[in-house]
């Protein structure tokens, strides 16, 4: 799997470059299609035998990056591969934070095959690692995370998307004194961010859709963090959905170990627009400059690459 990560960060990157013409566009539809239709066209190329298992939809919703769509060669190793051409399509449109090109890759098996439906999401780094737990209260965790870090609450801080279901644990996060951070879109690169020291965020809480929960859930692990995570379906379609997956209980609290299995895996995202770990796409002259994290299960690193592309390359 690390012989390709090289190869996972060429196609963010032109995932992303091909999302350039529409951002600020207010075409989100025409932005996906570039970005899927670029990724795809390239995860083809890797010498793998890879498999979609969080993707653009079901077969019949997407004609391509569908769950369970073959990528690769197919005659090299046997990976699966959760992927968003474009997290944050309305980020994009907007010309708005926090859009993304991303991949998460790990062996065959590791990921958790989560349905299209929320999912309640808690992420901090590696300092309270195995210490919280999604079924004790925001104040039992947030204590827990402040001890295992040395700080008083009043110096924590929790990232959150701005959204009214939300608004209960911002308002219990004043009430104990700790500061939040208010995101509005792509809650992937949040969640991560608890595991970087420099961006000081302590909890992340949330819910949001599953799939990215899987893809962020890969980004945590590769940095020693710890998620867990509960999935909310609402009907008995949803419900079915997830037992015909391999969910048998499907409003248990996930581990994060259920998410993503093993160490093995890696987490590659290209930035289109800015946001709290890189920038977005650059353009000088004739060079289009792209930033991008590349992580690591096997070793813990946070990597920032910045690649110039010449203009006629794209």
């Not at 349905?115 to 925001?138: C, H, Q, R, W």
């Not at 400059?289 to 203009?311: M, Q, W, Y």
């Amino acid at each position: 799997m690390n012989q390709f990560i090289q190869e996972f960060l060429h196609v963010t990157e032109a995932a992303a470059l091909a999302t350039y013409p529409w951002i600020g566009t207010g075409n989100k539809i025409e932005a996906d299609q570039a970005a899927t239709n670029s990724m795809r066209t390239l995860l083809n190329k890797i010498p793998m035998d890879g498999e979609v298992v969080i993707g653009e939809g079901e077969m019949d919703e997407a004609p391509m990056l569908f769950i369970g769509e073959k990528v690769g060669t197919r005659n090299g190793a046997g990976v699966d591969l959760a992927v968003d051409p474009i997290d944050g399509t309305t980020s994009t449109s907007k010309g708005k934070n926090n859009a993304i090109a991303v991949i998460a890759v790990a062996n065959k098996g590791a990921l958790l095959h989560a349905p299209d439906m929320y999912m309640e999401k808690i992420v901090t780094g590696p300092e309270a690692a195995g210490k919280i737990n999604i079924d004790f209260s925001l104040e039992k965790n947030l204590r827990i995370i402040a001890e295992a870090k040395g700080k008083k609450m009043e110096e924590l801080k929790m990232i959150v998307q701005d959204r009214e279901r939300h608004n209960h644990w911002v308002e219990e996060a004043h009430t104990l004194g700790v500061r939040t951070e208010l995101f509005e879109e792509g809650d992937i690169i949040p969640a991560i961010a608890t595991c970087i020291h420099r961006v000081d965020v302590d909890l992340f809480i949330g819910v949001g859709g599953a799939p990215e929960g899987v893809l962020a859930a890969v980004g945590v692990k590769s940095l020693g963090g710890e998620m867990q995570a509960r999935l909310l379906p609402k009907t008995d379609e949803q419900r079915s959905r997830c037992i015909s997956m391999g969910i048998s209980n499907p409003q248990e609290a996930l581990s994060h170990d259920q998410l993503v299995s093993t160490d093995e895996c890696a987490f590659i995202a290209t930035s289109i627009t800015n946001n709290m770990l890189s920038k977005g796409i650059e353009i000088n002259q004739n060079v289009f400059t792209t930033h991008s994290i590349v992580l690591n299960g096997l070793d813990k690193c946070f990597r920032h690459i910045a690649t110039e592309h010449p203009k006629h390359s794209i």
